[in-house]
């Protein structure tokens, strides 16, 4: 990386949790300048205006989960175990989303479903990443005959990324992470009892 691009990096990367704790919109260059520890001048120098900046921001936050996710469901050696390694991921690591403002697609969409207009393609993006990943889970599941091959796919990604995604802000507005428990046992019982042969 070039100095001017290692420079950008550092800015999204130190504004990034700001972003998602504060809002997309509330964040002030103010609060980047205090985050960076940067001028006006050299914020504005890698990035065209704070719009520029908060995409770049919210990609970060999202690539950052989702690659996690990737790595802890890449070690399950079956269909089942990947499909619920993606709760247990929460379970195991709520605290950590919490100390970072919680789940940064959650936060992005409300904004940009509300009024960030701006911010809506990319956060369609990332979600229909997420939704990609647990389908995938599901069809390698029914190539290996592990899962009934008459189950929708995408209907399961779908109803499973909603409950996990619901119980994340239970747990989130009443500061408990027992919501990612249930969630969990939800999801599981839904691949025991609708998904395995």
Request: with cysteine; hydrophobic share 35%.
């Given at each position: 990386?070039?100095?001017?691009?290692?420079?950008?990096?550092?800015?999204?990367?130190?504004?990034?949790?700001?972003?998602n704790v504060k809002g997309y919109e509330n964040t002030s260059l103010s609060d980047v300048q205090k985050a960076t520890k940067l001028t006006k001048g050299a914020i504005y120098g890698n990035f065209a205006d704070k719009n520029?900046?908060?995409i770049a921001a919210y990609e970060y936050n999202s690539s950052v989960i989702i690659n996690a996710l990737k790595d802890w469901i890449g070690k399950a050696t079956s269909a089942k175990e990947a499909l619920l390694a993606y709760p247990d991921f929460y379970v195991r690591n709520g605290q950590i989303v919490f100390g970072?403002?919680?789940?940064?697609?959650?936060n992005a969409a409300v904004e940009a479903d509300d009024h960030l207009h701006f911010m809506r393609d990319i956060v369609r993006k990332s979600m229909k990443q997420f939704l990609r990943l647990i389908r995938?889970?599901?069809?390698?599941?029914?190539?290996?005959?592990?899962?009934?091959?008459k189950a929708d796919a995408t209907t399961y990604a779908a109803t499973i990324f909603s409950i996990m995604e619901g119980n994340m802000l239970l747990a989130k507005i009443m500061n408990d992470t027992k919501y990612f428990q249930l969630a969990a046992d939800r999801i599981k019982l839904i691949v025991v009892q609708e998904l395995l042969k």
């Open positions: 990386m070039t100095k001017a691009e290692q420079t950008r990096q550092f800015i999204i990367e130190q504004s990034a949790t700001v972003f520029e900046l908060a970072k403002g919680g789940c940064p697609l959650m995938e889970v599901i069809e390698q599941g029914q190539a290996k005959k592990e899962f009934k091959s």
